[in-house]
């Protein structure tokens, strides 16, 4: 079975400032990898996905995420944050190998920006 | 949010009632899921569909039932053996193995 372990609940930085979302996973065989923003009371918002290729995998609103397979970590980063970052990101994962296309979420992190 | 809509955004249910909750998508995508949110948790697959007139229990399908008799529309009924029914459900669709794309939930309340 696979699982998606963020490990902190809340992520507090200055505007400006570069931003770290950390996301660990564990799947048989290969992943893929997903990272969604929730803003409050609205849907999941697609930020960028990892199945194949380069390991950095550049996405929406000047996110981007790194895919490390031997420490199974696909944290999302961005240089420059943003007060309008401030949200609720969720990191997915689904096996290569996934008849029903079934996703696995982490608990989420609050991302907080500061002006 | 895009082509997948979900009604109502607020539904209040009295104890022992059934309510149905509607998704409806226009991007003619095959697959159709349905999640569960509560605060502080991540989501949890209730049932999903991967083409019409079909589809499978997730993790905590239990006092939950769906239908997908056209494909662009799989609404989900929360039963009244649902215990513990409020919550913020969410809704999503993709292209059979491809990204799930978001509707904009409907939070539901128990009285």
């Known amino acids: 079975a696979q699982s998606v372990a963020q490990p902190e609940d809340q992520v507090n930085v200055a505007e400006g400032n570069p931003l770290t979302v950390k996301c660990t996973y564990s799947?048989?065989?290969?992943?893929?990898l997903f990272w969604y923003v929730q803003y409050p009371n609205r849907g999941l918002q697609f930020l960028l996905k990892?199945?194949?290729?380069?390991?950095l995998v550049k996405g929406s609103y000047g996110f981007e995420a790194e895919f490390n397979k031997s420490q199974t970590s696909f944290h999302l980063k961005k240089p420059s944050a943003l007060v309008s970052d401030s949200a609720l990101y969720f990191c997915?994962?689904?096996?290569?190998?996934?008849?029903?296309?079934?996703?696995?979420f982490g608990g989420g992190t609050r991302l907080m920006v500061k002006p | 949010d895009g082509g997948i809509t979900q009604s109502p955004k607020y539904l209040f249910r009295k104890e022992g009632q059934n309510v149905t909750l509607s998704c409806e998508q226009n991007?003619?995508?095959?697959?159709m899921y349905w999640y569960r949110q509560d605060p502080g948790q991540g989501l949890r697959l209730i049932y999903y569909?991967?083409?019409?007139?079909?589809?499978q229990k997730g993790d905590i399908a239990e006092g939950y039932s769906v239908s997908r008799e056209k494909k662009e529309s799989f609404p989900l009924t929360v039963t009244s053996a649902q215990k513990n029914p409020t919550a913020f459900y969410l809704c999503?669709?993709?292209?059979?193995?491809?990204?799930?794309?978001f509707g904009p939930g409907t939070r539901l309340t128990v009285l």
């Open positions: 999503a669709s993709s292209m059979s193995t491809d990204t799930q794309y």
């Open positions: 799947v048989s065989g290969n992943p893929y």
């Open positions: 990892y199945i194949t290729g380069d390991n």
């Open positions: 997915a994962v689904r096996p290569w190998i996934n008849a029903g296309n079934m996703l696995t």
């Open positions: 991007l003619n995508h095959d697959a």
């Open positions: 569909s991967q083409i019409v007139n079909d589809f």
